[in-house]
């Protein structure tokens, strides 16, 4: 099972102690990302003179964007990788059916190449014959 985690952080310039199943670091990550959106948002004309309220709102607002925003990039992601990975399967399936079509006509070079030899034996025979003939 998991260890519980403890850290406190720093978030608006207020300590706050969370807790939960992540490491600390991830946790400082976390509380890291808040400050930079908070920061972010502060330098917006007008932010600061909004009430609190409207201020976590809007703090709240700019977090769900980036993760929408996050979510549909890592689905863009997967449709990539399946297409990606339909696309291996296809050549795949290509390269083992061309492997197969080579040894298909290396075996007909082959038989092919066995009957030449066995003609043109039949041939040197066939002309010693005649050689033999027009002796006589």
Do not use: C, W
């Not at 607002?61 to 997967?78: P, S």
């Amino acid at each position: 099972m998991a260890v519980k985690n403890t850290t406190q952080v720093l978030i608006g310039g207020k300590i706050i102690t969370l807790s939960g199943y992540e490491s600390e670091e991830y946790l400082q990550k976390v509380a890291n990302y808040m400050n930079s959106k908070m920061t972010e948002l502060g330098q917006i004309p007008g932010y600061n003179r909004q009430a609190q309220e409207t201020r976590h709102t809007l703090l709240s607002l700019n977090i769900a964007d980036d993760y929408f925003k996050a979510k549909r990039q890592a689905e863009m992601f997967e449709e990539e990788l399946e297409a990606k990975d339909r696309e291996m399967y296809d050549l795949k399936h290509d390269l083992i059916n061309g492997q197969v079509e080579l040894e298909r006509a290396q075996k007909e070079t082959q038989e092919s190449t066995l009957q030449i030899r066995s003609l043109e034996a039949k041939i040197a025979e066939l002309e010693q014959e005649l050689d033999e003939l027009l002796k006589e």
